[in-house]
């Protein structure tokens, strides 16, 4: 088989950001678009020749396309073998787990997860280390280095691949072999939960669920999870069926884009648990009937009852959370006496910690909660978390997470997004108040005073990597917090991320609205970061 040299130039903007490179999908259908950055991978690796790549991604529209694309480049470039769930379908955590059971070289995982697909949409690659992890940052950085040197890659002259049939192909000199994309996770699943508990617990009469796929990729694994092997009732999982285009709605778990969910878990005759996964199955969205968990209480939670569940009931090693996340996590750990890590926002960052045996749970307040179990967040795994525990404790999870406060104290917290604004007003922003960090220690703004401002900066206590410019912190001497920084996953413009937190000790004050309590906080992180001259915006896009 021919393998052709194919000539090309650089792009200047393939520069993956928190979570590997995500583009409209005309961008990535540009000609050389994603090979240039295919090829910059494989430049940057060392010693892959005749070893295994896995390959999968949430199905969204071009998966197909790009995976052939993958295909033919790896063995122009010399794999011996790829692996690719069924259809060009692997969740992110299912290809993380396939990563690391078979023991592969790395994976390569095309998904834009919670943003938008279809063909004026979103799309996304990222590359995941043999640890099952995304690229650190050195990897990263050295692939936009390639990315802006490049000027050929391989590919062969083939005909496209079948990816809808189990079993192995041979294309040149590699093997492709396609997989069933669920049941090496499904399998994982069963041996950390306690699926005869949850089972009895969905065949009781009294217990019912709703999951929500959002058309995404979880949809075949939550039926083969819940409604096959725990035998959850028919019609527990929603909106099943992976589209490319998501059905037309926006795949992130939240209050704002899974609306129907948070409908249908409304009211006296609600279903007792509610949950929703991503595009790419790696986010989760915890709801009771009634009531919303924040992903900080929903990682708080899951550690403080970790001994409930057989795959963590030796205890946990330690844990983390992204620096914007809530310090609830923070609380347990010392209940517990096992070390907190906090770290920038990202998945990579969790790695070494994870592969160091330091963390076992770590999570982050965009929806993402994991463990060691693989190297990504995990959606379903973290359903499946709040299921067992639910299946032990047998309450309802208002009056689980109630319990929680009353014993650690809560930590109220809310997200403001500024979607779509000008990136240069956004960047603007963050500059004047990083030149302002430094004298806003010790001024008082009504009821608060600023400890310590500063732009958090990161030393890996694994590898001692730094990672600077990682967002700005205001910490008040309260124990309040306003963090903001810009997010590494949009496609379009900048958004702004407004992190806002303070604890709430008073068993009166527990339950109240986070929006009422926060009020005055709220209104601070608009004044000093003067949001509304640097962005035009008087009010945020999304509150979660
Ligand atoms: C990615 C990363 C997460 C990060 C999130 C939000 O999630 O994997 O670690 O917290 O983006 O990032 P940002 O605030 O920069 O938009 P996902 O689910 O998009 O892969």
């Known amino acids: 088989m021919e393998i052709q040299t194919i000539t090309t130039t650089p792009f200047d903007d393939q520069r993956p950001g928190t979570s590997g490179l995500r583009k409209k999908v005309k961008v990535f259908q540009t000609p050389h678009y994603l090979a240039n950055f295919v090829q910059s991978i494989f430049n940057v690796l060392e010693d892959y020749q005749g070893k295994t790549l896995v390959v999968g991604g949430d199905g969204r529209y071009y998966n197909r396309e790009a995976l052939q694309i993958i295909l033919k480049m790896a063995a122009a470039n010399g794999f011996g073998k790829v692996m690719v769930g069924r259809g060009g379908i692997l969740s992110t955590p299912a290809a993380s787990c396939v990563i690391r059971k078979y023991q592969t070289f790395g994976g390569i995982i095309l998904s834009a997860s919670h943003n938008p697909g279809g063909p004026d949409d979103d799309f996304g690659i990222k590359y995941n280390t043999a640890n099952g992890g995304p690229a650190p940052e050195k990897i990263t950085e050295a692939i936009y280095q390639q990315s802006r040197e490049i000027t050929q890659y391989l590919i062969v002259e083939a005909a496209d691949m079948d990816l809808d049939t189990i079993g192995e192909q041979q294309l040149g000199d590699m093997r492709v072999e396609i997989i069933d994309p669920v049941s090496d996770y499904a399998d994982m699943m069963e041996q950390l939960f306690d699926f005869d508990a949850m089972r009895s617990l969905l065949s009781s009469g009294s217990f019912s669920m709703r999951f929500d796929a959002m058309n995404a990729v979880t949809g075949p694994y939550a039926q083969e999870i819940l409604e096959t092997r725990l035998g ?95 310090q609830a996590i923070d609380r347990v750990a010392a209940a517990l006496g ?63 997470v109630h319990e929680h406060w009353k014993q650690y104290g809560r930590d109220v917290y809310t997200r403001h997004d500024y979607e779509g604004v000008s990136a240069d007003g956004a960047s603007a922003l963050m500059e004047q108040l990083r030149e302002r960090t430094g004298g806003l220690g010790g001024q008082s703004f009504g009821d608060y005073t600023v400890e310590l401002a500063d732009d958090f900066s990161y030393t890996d206590s694994v590898d001692n990597s730094v990672s600077s410019k990682q967002g700005i912190r205001i910490l008040f001497d309260n124990g309040a917090r306003i963090v903001y920084r810009l ?58």
């Open 338 to 400: 096992i070390e907190c890590y906090e770290t920038p926002t990202g998945w990579k960052f969790f790695g070494n910690l994870l592969d160091a045996g330091r963390i076992t749970l770590c999570g982050e307040e965009s929806f993402g909660t994991g463990s060691d179990h693989v190297r990504e967040k995990d959606g379903l795994w973290a359903v499946l978390f709040w299921l067992n525990i639910l299946a032990v404790r047998k309450q309802p999870v208002a009056d689980i």
């Open 487 to 544: 997010s590494g996953t949009g496609t379009e413009g900048a958004t702004l991320r407004v992190y806002i937190e303070q604890p709430e000790t008073d068993a009166d004050r527990l339950e109240h609205d986070p929006q009422e309590t926060l009020a005055e906080l709220i209104s601070l992180s608009a004044t000093i970061a003067e949001i509304e001259k640097f962005t035009g915006r008087t009010a945020p896009d999304v509150i979660t």
């Open 232 to 326: 959850a009732a028919a019609g527990t999982v929603l909106r099943g069926e992976p589209l490319p285009d998501f059905g037309g709605a926006h795949p992130d778990p939240n209050l704002a884009h899974a609306k129907e969910l948070v409908a249908t878990m409304t009211g006296a005759d609600a279903p007792d648990f509610g949950a929703a996964s991503d595009g790419d199955g790696d986010r989760n969205m915890i709801l009771g009937r009634d009531f919303y968990v924040t992903p900080s209480d929903s990682l708080a939670l899951l550690a403080a009852n970790a001994a409930l569940v057989p795959g963590y009931a030796e205890g946990l090693a330690g844990v983390a959370r992204s620096m914007p996340t809530s």
